[in-house]
């Protein structure tokens, strides 16, 4: 599985964003996607996940970004998306997508669950 991350840049605070988070190698639905960030000096930390059993679609999101933050995907194109609204300064990071190839477990939020991960696409927020 191979992902690409991509969207980042620079907003203002309070601005908007979409990340993409586009696979090749195996189709979103039979996998687990999560976007995790690293902002310096800082540890690696969850945002959101998403998943699917049949027809019925599940998202996760940390505490930090509910409200601001959602997930979703275009199955037709492989693509994951993350939509960041009222972004904050403390939003900065580097932000990563990952794949869980076994999507019905528990501890969604450890970054040791995710089996492949993109690049990377670095978000300033300026304040």
């Known amino acids: 599985v191979q992902l690409q991350a991509s969207g980042g840049g620079l907003v203002q605070a309070g601005g908007s964003l979409r990340l993409s988070c586009a696979a090749s190698?195996?189709?979103?639905?039979?996998?687990?996607v999560g976007w995790f960030r690293q902002a310096p000096g800082r540890e690696r930390e969850f945002v959101a996940r998403?998943?699917?059993?049949?027809?019925?679609?599940?998202?996760y999101y940390a505490d930090s970004v509910k409200g601001r933050f959602t997930i979703s995907s275009d199955n037709a194109k492989n693509t994951v998306y993350l939509q960041m609204n009222s972004l904050k300064p403390e939003d900065a990071a580097v932000y990563y997508c990952?794949?869980?190839?076994?999507?019905?477990?528990?501890?969604?939020?450890?970054?040791?669950?995710?089996?492949?991960w993109g690049q990377g696409t670095e978000v300033t927020v300026s304040s």
């Open positions: 990952a794949c869980d190839l076994r999507p019905n477990g528990g501890n969604y939020d450890a970054t040791s669950r995710y089996d492949y």
């Open positions: 190698g195996r189709t979103f639905r039979s996998v687990a």
């Open positions: 998403i998943s699917w059993s049949g027809v019925t679609k599940f998202t």
